[in-house]
Every structure is written in C-alpha cells, then in structure tokens.
C-alpha cells in the first residue's frame, strides 16, 4: 500500500530558531500533499495544501510567512516553521493521496517541542 | 462554517461486542466521507471511505453507514477485540482533495 514517510519523528528546538520537517511519498506520485496540526485531545487541523511546482494554499489564520512549504518535487514536500516560539509545539502530520477513492495516507508525525 | 461532531466520551465496551461510533456533521453533505484509526502519537491510518450516494460500506469487521438525510454515519466494529482500542476519527471531504477531521472517539475494548 500508499507509503508516506515523515521525518522527523520528534524535534526539540530553542526559541527563535527553525525547524524543518520532510514529508515524502515513498511508492507514489502526489502533486499535492496536506499539512496538520494536531493538539492534545484535539481534532487534525489542516494547515495549508502543498502544491508541486506552484505556492502553497493556507487555511485561514495560518501564517504563510512563519510556516514555510515547498514542494519541490512529486515526492517532497517540507514545512520549515521559522523563529518557532513555545506556542508552536504540537504535534504536526502530513498526508497525500493517490486518489479520492484510496482515503488519504497520512506520516507518523512530527512531535515539535519549543523550549 | 461546517461542524463534525463525534462523542468526546470514551466508550467502553466489552470484548466480543459491538461498538458504534457516531459522527454527525453540519450543513452541506461532504462528497466522501471517510473513517480513521488513531493511536497515540501516531498519524491517521485510513479504514473505509463511503460516498454521498452509498448506504452502508464493509470490510472485514467493519461496517459505516451514511445518511445524508440525517447527516450522520455510523461506524461499528463487530466481535470487538482489545486490538481495537483507539481513538477513531471521521473525516469529511469537501471540494477537490480537502477535507476535514471530527475531533474523535476514544474506544475502549475491555478484556
């Protein structure tokens, strides 16, 4: 089945600094791939849709200039968050899919802790 | 805006019995509908999917309904095992390729 790695798994980072997270599609191609957040005992919120070859989309109220993404390739998306504060700590996950009728595969996860 | 509501209550069941979860969802009826398993710190792994023009879907154990009518599925587990202890979350799609996530039920499978 659709694999979709993320990496990595858990980050702890100082104030002020950034952290850059990958997320790859392993056995298929995906021209579009999701970025969440997810806090404890919360629902998955979808942070923007990255998009190969052309700008991200945001969801409203999701900083564009704080979290960065590029899709550089079929394969690759990343989601860089910039001058990361302790408000920033979540849990963040990233899916694709290889068509509606498949459901979505989503990464293990990203455990970022700011300190 | 659209609301996904799924029971934040725990439901505890005993082994060998059937669970029913519940997502019922506001507003417009999404064009698929879908259920996830999640376990602690780990992502979503997806278990069925259900278009807006289908009933009821299957899969081994599982079964998910969808009434549009009443804009809520139902996702039941038969024969429930300890295995099945998770939180299990709906999903909504909407438009092209976004979708939207209920905030979960944790289920508990008591031995």
């Known amino acids: 089945g659709a694999v979709v790695s993320q990496h990595p798994s858990w980050v702890i980072c100082k104030s002020g600094t950034s952290v850059k997270i990958e997320c790859r599609s392993l056995d298929f191609q995906a021209t579009t791939m999701f970025w969440y957040r997810q806090f404890p005992k919360q629902s998955l919120m979808l942070m923007a849709t990255s998009n190969e070859g052309s700008k991200a989309t945001y969801e409203q109220g999701v900083e564009k200039d704080k979290f960065l993404i590029n899709h550089a390739s079929l394969t690759l998306s990343t989601l860089t968050v910039t001058s990361a504060h302790p408000e920033d700590s979540s849990f963040y996950i990233c899916?694709?899919?290889?068509?509606?009728?498949?459901?979505?595969?989503f990464g293990s996860g990203t455990r970022l802790t700011v300190v | 805006s659209q609301k996904i509501e799924q029971n934040s209550e725990a439901l505890n069941i005993q082994e060998g019995k059937t669970a029913t979860l519940t997502c019922n969802y506001t507003n417009y009826s999404p064009a698929y509908l879908q259920w996830y398993r999640q376990d602690p710190g780990r992502g979503p792994v997806f278990l069925l999917l259900?278009?807006?023009?289908?009933k009821e879907k299957r899969k081994e154990r599982l079964k998910v309904t969808f009434d549009t009518t009443l804009k809520q599925s139902l996702f039941h587990i038969t024969a429930s095992q300890p295995a099945d202890s998770a939180t299990y979350l709906c999903a909504l799609l909407y438009n092209f390729n976004k979708f939207y996530f209920g905030s979960g039920t944790k289920l508990n499978v008591k031995p």
């Open positions: 899916s694709a899919t290889q068509g509606s009728d498949y459901g979505y595969t």
């Open positions: 259900i278009r807006e023009n289908e």
